[in-house]
């Protein structure tokens, strides 16, 4: 993924590194991209994130930046690995400087991860004002770092401590925008086809993200023998590529076409099957009466937009504990369940999900909980926010690197 010399942006939307960053990147540029025409945004990320082995969408171009994320370990290796981020930024920085000069966008926006710091950095010595896009409930270090510098902080959620924060909403993939509120109508027939999974019985789904959570993995399928009689319950695990062979040789009958593999059919207890990796979330939550994963700000942003009944799992160890907060969200307002990782096992799911698969009035009073919370509309948010601080066309970059906007009494 190459970019164009030469040609002007309107904005270039930087950040990455993962999945839920990437994620609201491409949403938030889509929306520019249909506000502004084509080419008139482009993404930045990093060679080393996430973004480095997935397609960028039909008509938005890209440029992958050096760098690596800071590791929080003070022994030899995290030092070493360090000392090489730290080179990598500043590469980084030279590079999107370049980039600024060739593009000379009216605005930067930076949605967390390693990946937009040097564009944020670059953006403000050469005075292109900067838009944070922060979507989960706690920031991040790289957010925090940006927010300092920014015209303004699009916020998933009020309380989010960041400066000028405007509370938008985490901007979902358009598919998932679609589905507003679908969740309260309960599961789709059309959707359970397309996953081959049993009209007839109540599905749970189990993912731990695109690795997949050895935690969660190992205690579905606990919770799968313990329900290994079940004919009413269906589980569609997906269990990541990396925990892939080991899920699969921890239950007997493992390898299937195209990484699957299921129970039987059903016709003697539970219906459940294996796969490795799923890309057609928005079928999965459309054919989901209940979902078990992580917390990741995303994924509850998701589950709030179509409606889902959830049990999340927060991520231990996660900075600042967001996860946690994330989920905490959701579970205040009935929309989810909240299990902490070190009590997740076979009896906890089985005792929390137990009252939830009885009972349909309670999975649709969780499903309209979250629904309430959903924001489908962040992303056409978020945009306007940025076109409100993006400077007028025809400006030269100029640089001078320039001090925090709070240290000038902007507030």
């Not at 401590?161 to 925008?177: S, W, Y």
Request: hydrophobic share 50%; charged share 15%; net charge positive.
């Amino acid at each position: 993924m190459t970019s164009r010399p030469r040609t002007r942006r309107f904005a270039l939307v930087a950040g990455g590194g993962t999945a839920g960053h990437l994620v609201p990147a491409v949403a938030v540029a889509e929306v520019l991209v249909d506000r502004r025409g084509p080419g008139s945004v482009e993404l930045v990320g990093s060679r080393r994130g996430h973004e480095a082995t997935r397609t960028a969408p039909v008509g938005i171009p890209s440029t992958l930046l050096p760098g690596r994320g800071i590791v929080r370990q003070f022994d030899p290796a995290g030092l070493l690995a360090n000392a090489r981020a730290v080179a990598g930024l500043s590469a980084a920085v030279i590079g999107a400087a370049a980039l600024i000069v060739r593009r000379r966008p009216a605005v930067v926006v930076a949605v967390g991860g390693y990946a937009s710091v040097p564009a944020a950095l670059a953006a403000a010595c050469a005075g292109v004002p900067v838009v944070v896009v922060n979507v989960d409930a706690v920031p991040g270090l790289a957010n925090r770092v940006v927010a300092r510098l920014a015209r303004a902080s699009a916020v998933a959620g009020a309380g989010t401590p960041l400066p000028r924060a405007v509370v938008t909403g985490a901007p979902v993939r358009a598919e998932v925008a679609a589905l507003a509120g679908a969740g309260r109508e309960g599961p789709s027939a059309e959707a359970r086809r397309a996953l081959g999974v049993p009209g007839d019985r109540i599905l749970v789904v189990a993912v731990g993200g695109s690795l997949g959570a050895r935690r969660i993995n190992q205690a579905v399928l606990d919770l799968v023998e313990r329900w290994q009689d079940r004919r009413d319950v269906a589980v569609y695990h997906i269990v990541g590529r990396r925990d892939a062979p080991w899920a699969a040789g921890e239950h007997p009958g493992a390898a299937g076409p195209a990484g699957a593999f299921g129970v039987g059919d059903g016709a003697a207890g539970l219906w459940y099957r294996q796969v490795a990796f799923e890309d057609r979330m928005p079928v999965v939550y459309r054919a989901a009466d209940v979902v078990i994963g992580r917390a990741g700000a995303m994924t509850v942003a998701e589950l709030a937009t179509v409606g889902v009944p959830s049990v999340l799992v927060p991520l231990p160890g996660a900075p600042g504990d967001h996860q946690t907060a994330n989920a905490s969200v959701l579970a205040a307002v009935g929309g989810a369940v909240l299990v902490p990782d070190a009590q997740c096992d076979g009896v906890a799911l089985a005792e929390v999900l137990g009252p939830v698969v009885a009972d349909p009035k309670r999975r649709r009073a969780m499903a309209a909980a979250a629904a309430a919370l959903g924001r489908p509309a962040a992303a056409e948010a978020v945009a306007s926010v940025v076109e409100a601080h993006a400077r007028p066309g025809g400006q030269q970059v100029t640089w001078q690197c320039h001090e925090p906007l709070q240290s000038k009494g902007t507030s």
